[in-house]
């Protein structure tokens, strides 16, 4: 099927865990939406209950960011870009940084070309806590000194400055959107890179101990995925632009915290395994959100422990899945 060229916004990264949540929301909304994916870590699975409760709104196109021609195609007559594809992995952009530079710095640039080029209305672009780096100064500000320790935080913060200069230079409204740990259904837990929540979550719900890098003393400023998706929604309607805003609780949570509350949730008491720390990794992270609160009306809705048992469900549910197939 095809959009009639009318308004309908861009989900880049959109079969990706929060693209795809972020896609329905906006479709749930009214919106059309275009999803374009290059799926590297994103999944068709992840696309089911869009194509399901709304086949006819939503596009979507097999499609890497850095092929510019394409893109400028693809962006004209779009409304809101969300781009949300990344590599997303610190570990990897360790490993691999040509390779992270690549999607994360040039794919992000050509996006801001396209978008300029077309017209769009706004940028929204999915930047990460992972700027600030490992400074012991909490909570984490938008006015501090960005301290990038991973290749990965690196790309995020040259986006972060492209996307500012395009506002700036050519007049393209954008807003850089900085998430802290964002959690929630399906999240990917097999990944090598996952994240700690569906880790623990998969491997708790098999009866297997979480395994914890380092001693598990690490905090995040977890946030539930809904209230990003509510975040990159106001910041498409605000007029705030050339800037970037904390997307976080505002509160700090240890990893060996998410681990009991998890064992709390499923009423079990398993002892964590605990492992040598990973690379790259930033050792306290906590977020000020009253930027984002002034300035596009950002209150984040969900506590840690609700969001923890909305993605223990989902996990469940999950399970069963297959085993209901085979009835
Ligand atoms: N999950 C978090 O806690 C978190 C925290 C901070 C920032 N972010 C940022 O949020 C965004 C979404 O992250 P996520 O957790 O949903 O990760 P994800 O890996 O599930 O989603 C990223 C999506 O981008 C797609 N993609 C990757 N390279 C691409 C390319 N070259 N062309 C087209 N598509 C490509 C992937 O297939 C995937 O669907 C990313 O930009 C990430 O850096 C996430």
Redesign the pocket.
């Known amino acids: 099927m095809s959009i009639v060229a009318t308004e309908f916004d861009v989900v880049?990264?959109g079969?990706?865990?929060?693209?795809s949540h972020l896609s329905l929301a906006l479709l749930r909304r009214g919106r059309k939406v275009r999803i374009?994916?290059?799926?590297?870590?994103?999944t068709r699975e992840n696309l089911e209950q869009i194509k399901k409760e709304h086949p006819d709104q939503c596009e979507v196109y097999e499609?890497?960011?850095?092929e510019l021609s394409e893109l400028k195609k693809l962006f004209q007559n779009a409304g809101t870009i969300y781009h949300?594809?990344?590599?997303?992995s610190v570990q990897k952009s360790v490993e691999d940084p040509l390779g992270c530079n690549s999607?994360n710095v040039e794919?992000t640039l050509k996006v801001l070309v396209a978008a300029k080029d077309a017209g769009v209305q706004k940028v929204v672009f999915?930047?990460?806590?992972a700027v600030y780096g490992d400074s012991e100064r909490l909570p984490k500000r938008e006015e501090m000194k960005p301290e990038p320790i991973s290749p990965y935080a690196v790309t995020?913060y040259v986006g972060e400055l492209y996307c500012k200069i395009f506002s700036d230079i050519h007049r393209l409204p954008t807003l850089a959107l900085r998430?802290f740990?964002?959690f929630g259904p399906k999240q990917?837990p097999k990944s090598e890179y996952a994240?700690v929540v569906p880790r623990f979550i998969s491997r708790t719900l098999a009866g297997e101990s979480p395994i914890i890098y380092g001693d598990g003393e690490q905090s995040r400023d977890f946030i539930f995925v809904q209230d990003v998706v509510a975040a990159n929604l106001l910041a498409a309607a605000s007029d705030v632009q050339g800037t970037h805003l904390n997307v976080a609780c505002g509160q700090a949570f240890t990893v060996n915290e998410v681990a009991r509350i998890i064992n709390e949730i499923l009423d079990l008491d398993l002892e964590p395994i605990y492992e040598s720390a990973r690379l790259g990794e930033v050792r306290r992270s906590q977020a000020d959100i009253s930027q984002a609160s002034k300035l596009i009306a950002f209150k984040p809705k969900c506590s840690l422990r609700n969001g923890l048992s909305q993605t223990v469900e989902w996990f469940q549910k999950k399970n069963e899945e297959p085993r209901k197939g085979s009835l």
């Open positions: 880049t990264g079969a990706g865990f929060i693209g374009l994916d290059n799926f590297s870590t994103g499609q890497d960011i850095r949300q594809a990344a590599i997303t999607v794919g999915a930047s990460s806590t995020k998430y740990n964002v990917d994240a």
